[in-house]
């Protein structure tokens, strides 16, 4: 993510409220044993999850993309006390690393697992979802939020995550499918007129949109 200043990062981290103990673990875990760490949403953004989280107070949380469970936890600490938190991982691993750290969280009853694809998941888990954070496989974008948007309410808002994607969509010529379906989601997010939009650098950036 060094296309972000690390500098200014690490300042933004070093003034920010610290991550509790369950959440340093899962960091430091993934780090260190995961093929993939860079995937984790770390402090900073979880820091950014949780706070979005606490100012929307929802009754139902849609997380699509578990990993290993750093993002759930931090957006289920915003939830009302009779909320839920579905969240959907395709891996079999990952799901049960990720269900492990549930197990021994503060909020581990207001969150549920699903493993399986999510186009098959999401009719079935029918919802009425006041947040959805959208951080899976980055081709499943723009299907996961067509399948969403019109079934919500309005006032709902939709955290999609990599919407940077490492400074590729930036270039004049983008390469690569993953970098090519952010860069098509974004060109259709500006112009969907349902949505109230904002793109903030944060980590590898993230979009917050609100359905009118």
């Excluded at 690393?97 to 021994?104: L, N, P, S």
Aim: glycine content about 6%.
């Amino acid at each position: 993510m060094d296309f972000i200043l690390p500098l200014a990062n690490e300042y933004a981290e070093a003034n920010s409220s610290a991550s509790d103990a369950l959440l340093r673990e899962i960091h430091a875990f993934t780090q260190n044993n995961h093929a993939e760490p860079h995937m984790i949403s770390g402090p900073l953004q979880g820091n950014l999850l949780s706070m979005l989280s606490k100012m929307i107070k929802p009754k139902r949380i849609l997380e699509i993309g578990t990993f290993t469970g750093y993002s759930a936890i931090c957006l289920a600490k915003g939830l009302s006390l009779d909320g839920v938190l579905h969240t959907i991982e395709l891996r079999k691993e990952d799901g049960a690393i990720a269900q492990a750290y549930f197990d021994r969280c503060e909020n581990a009853h207001q969150i549920k697992l699903h493993v399986g694809n999510a186009m098959e998941l999401l009719p079935v888990l029918d919802e009425d979802w006041d947040l959805v954070f959208i951080d899976a496989d980055k081709t499943g974008y723009l299907n996961y939020y067509g399948l969403l948007i019109e079934k919500v309410k309005p006032g709902t808002f939709f955290i999609v995550d990599n919407v940077l994607f490492h400074g590729e969509v930036l270039k004049e010529k983008i390469s690569g499918k993953s970098a090519k379906a952010i860069a098509s989601f974004n060109a259709f997010i500006r112009e969907d007129d349902r949505v109230e939009k904002l793109m903030l650098t944060v980590r590898d950036g993230l979009s917050i949109l609100l359905k009118k």
